[in-house]
């Protein structure tokens, strides 16, 4: 194609996954440049994702771009993806798969290591993540958790000035933007344990349904492999009939055999008990929806 218009975020992790599918498609002799959209999540700062009305407060003005033909292409990270496509528009390609764990991040004078998961009592963490809330009340019920916005470097620096003893963030993002992290204490969580939002780690290519020959030049660029989990852990997060809003994680991956391993945790709300299962299958057949009833059997 003469020349691909790439859709983006303009935050710093924002832009490195647009250059990054950039710099894919430039190998394969395509001409492509940049826009930057602001999308509703980055313009109300001032609340935590549960506060926002609506699905898709990152995603939608770059779909509406798309839609209007101001770009051909929009990079999303997938974990804020709406599960369902608006007409016009369908998925064309997901990425590799990069560390999908959480990183609770503290500063270095909270840790003490006689308590669960190495921080003083009643710390102050910072998340606006319903799920990442919830979590951490299950695992370490004296916390004071604190509604935390902005991109990766403005949160780090927030917690540098003391505003919180310690923030949670997605290991993927601090590994791709290589941030030198040694001023803190860093605890990397197993995603079987502390379990990620669904797709988390993952680049989802979205264009217009009538682009076929941008499709196909995308399909080059798809990872199978990473596809065949991440559409588990969506069926899930479509079941619940919920987004970012929810306090909602899904896990799954697949052994060398070929069997399916899925963890998955969810709560009311993120101040409510939460609700954890486990399960296994060696066919992904109506998994996410075996997954979906396990958890809405879990007494707590």
């Known amino acids: 194609m003469a020349n691909i218009r790439i859709g983006t975020r303009g935050s710093k992790l924002a832009l490195w996954q647009a250059n990054f599918i950039k710099d894919q498609l430039e190998s394969l002799g395509h001409q492509v440049q940049l826009t930057i959209i602001k999308t509703k999540g980055d313009k109300i700062q001032h609340l935590g994702f549960d506060k926002i009305e609506g699905k898709g407060f990152f995603t939608k003005e770059l779909e509406d771009a798309l839609l209007e033909e101001r770009v051909d292409l929009a990079v999303h990270s997938m974990k804020d993806l709406p599960t369902t496509q608006p007409e016009g528009l369908r998925l064309a390609a997901v990425s590799y798969r990069a560390n999908p764990s959480d990183c609770l991040i503290l500063r270095k004078e909270v840790v003490d290591e006689s308590q669960d998961l190495s921080f003083k009592a009643n710390a102050i963490i910072g998340t606006s993540s319903a799920r990442r809330k919830a979590q ?18 403005t949160r780090l620096q927030k917690l540098r000035e003391q505003q919180f003893d310690g923030i949670l963030l997605a290991t ?39 682009d076929r020959p941008l499709y196909d030049i995308l399909r080059r660029l798809h990872n199978s492999a990473t596809v065949r989990c991440t559409n588990i852990e969506r069926g899930v997060l479509q079941l619940t009939q919920g987004g970012c809003h929810i306090p909602l994680g899904v896990y799954c991956e697949q052994d060398s055999k070929g069997n399916y391993h899925v963890w998955a945790a969810q709560a009311a709300t993120w101040e409510s008990p939460l609700r954890s299962v486990q399960l296994s299958s060696s066919s992904k057949a109506n998994l996410a929806q075996r997954v979906f009833d396990k958890l809405q059997q879990v007494n707590v």
Request: charged share 25%.
């Open 136 to 153: 951490m009340l299950h695992f370490r019920p004296d916390i004071n958790l604190k509604d935390i916005r902005g991109n990766v470097p």
């Open 172 to 210: 993927a993002g601090l590994e791709r933007l290589k941030i030198d992290l040694s001023e803190f204490h860093c605890i990397e969580f197993d995603p079987r344990e502390f379990i990620p939002a669904p797709a988390q780690g993952v680049l989802a290519l979205q264009v217009r349904a009538t």
